[in-house]
């Protein structure tokens, strides 16, 4: 089966939002997928990428 997706700034413009909280607003409503910005996770401490990874 296909995975569902949303893109987070359909929520949010600012590209440096908290992710925690749109991964659980994705998964929340049902999507498997959650598509960001890749740009701003290069400033993300290792172990916040970690628990992102969670």
Do not use: C, T
Request: charged share 30%.
């Amino acid at each position: 089966m296909n995975k569902l997706g949303i893109f987070m700034n359909f929520w949010e413009k600012n590209w440096d939002a908290d992710h925690k909280k749109y991964i659980a607003k994705a998964a929340k409503l049902g999507f498997d997928v959650l598509e960001f910005q890749a740009q701003p996770l290069l400033n993300l401490s290792n172990d916040y990428l970690r628990e992102l990874k969670k």
